[in-house]
């Protein structure tokens, strides 16, 4: 079988990991373990399957990401943080145990109105000062009360919402969202769920009925931080390639499209089988770190859609074949991603379907 040099290794065991970690940090919350966007990467049916049993719900953002994990294997309740985008899901909902989280008045409607096969699990948005989904505050009560009535729905509500400013520790945002929603929450005697990544991590007076971990999941600081393995936290991805080609270029002389890059002195320069094509950040620029041989090089010229270039000069040995870590283990996505002026979460989310993921099962990171 051919194998392309340009993988990403998805650690299962360094994902259980940190999710025993949130668990840790916040010994009176349950776990909703949230795997969107196909796991930010990492593959959501094989995550699942390897937390299916150290979990007691799964979060997802749409109902056919749920559909996706059913056909799986997986019969953990699996909830739907967008909640139902038509009458029908509801049916689809009620039939598979999938959990929705209603946060505008319409999706009230529809549940309050819906014939259904039996009653749903839902949870409540109320929007804290983050300003994109949720009910206003003011407007709760009435929709608790309607909830609550009907046949259609389980048991009390779950009352959530999302913190804004959590990564910024500075931030008075989120003590103001964490007061809000208590508020909201004992007026109407609902458990909670408040602490995202960043809650879970920084912010104990966030820590509910259940929490949310997304992000620390994978092993990486929602704050950006590009310390490896802060907080105990495993980075789960290592996405590798290798050199594919070497040239000696002289001073004066342009790499890439545009020669946006010249070389200042006469250089070795790389070429490494990776591009925007896979995911890599088009807008990553010279200087970007890269790992060759375990040693740091700097990104040269424009990335391009199959290849990136890096300035080999002064490297000992290094040859055709050479194994590179884009990043991993040994450099945190969060620097590569703070280099090209976005997010890890964008890098991780943004693999493209040509990535092959390989997946190391029970193998402990140093």
């Known amino acids: 079988e051919l194998m392309r040099a340009t993988a990403a290794t998805v650690r299962l065991a360094d994902i259980a990991a940190n999710c025993r970690l949130a668990s840790h940090l916040a010994p009176g919350s349950r776990t909703n373990a949230v795997i969107k966007a196909n796991a930010y990467g990492h593959g959501m049916a094989k995550v699942a399957q390897s937390l299916q049993d150290q979990v007691p719900v799964f979060g997802v953002a749409l109902v056919e990401e749920a559909v996706q994990l059913r056909e799986a294997g997986i019969s953990n309740p699996i909830a739907i943080l967008q909640g139902p985008g038509r009458a029908g899901d509801l049916d689809e909902a009620a039939a598979n145990g999938f959990w929705l989280l209603l946060h505008q008045q319409q999706q009230v409607d529809w549940v309050l109105s819906e014939k259904l096969a039996g009653p749903l699990t839902v949870w409540l948005k109320v929007d804290t000062g983050m300003h994109r ?67 879970i991590l920084f912010w104990p007076e966030s820590h509910a009925q259940w929490n949310r971990p997304g992000y620390m999941l994978y092993g990486c600081c929602p704050t950006g931080s590009p310390v490896i393995g802060s907080h105990g936290l495993r980075p789960a991805m290592t996405m590798s390639s290798e050199i594919i080609a070497i040239r000696n270029i002289e001073a004066g002389e342009g790499v890439g499209y545009g020669h946006d890059w010249v070389a200042k002195r006469p250089s070795k320069i790389g070429t490494i089988a990776i591009g925007y094509g896979d995911g890599y950040p088009r807008h990553a620029p010279s200087g970007t770190p890269v790992l060759v041989n375990g040693q740091r090089v700097a990104l040269t010229g424009r990335v391009s859609m199959d290849a990136i270039s890096v300035d080999l000069t002064g490297l000992k040995a290094v040859e055709v074949g050479d194994p590179v870590e884009l990043w991993g283990q040994n450099l945190s996505v969060n620097e590569v991603a703070s280099a090209a002026g976005t997010i890890g979460y964008e890098l991780l989310a943004g693999l493209t379907g040509r990535v092959p993921l390989h997946y190391q099962r029970n193998v402990r990171s140093a």
């Open 133 to 199: 989904l949720g009910f206003a505050a003011k407007d709760l009560d009435t929709v608790c009360a309607g909830l609550r009535s009907s046949p259609n729905v389980q048991q009390k509500p779950v009352l959530c919402t999302h913190l804004a400013c959590a990564d910024d520790l500075t931030d008075p945002m989120t003590r103001e969202q964490v007061r809000m929603i208590r508020d909201c929450a004992s007026r109407n005697r609902l458990d909670m769920s408040i602490a995202n990544s960043a809650g």
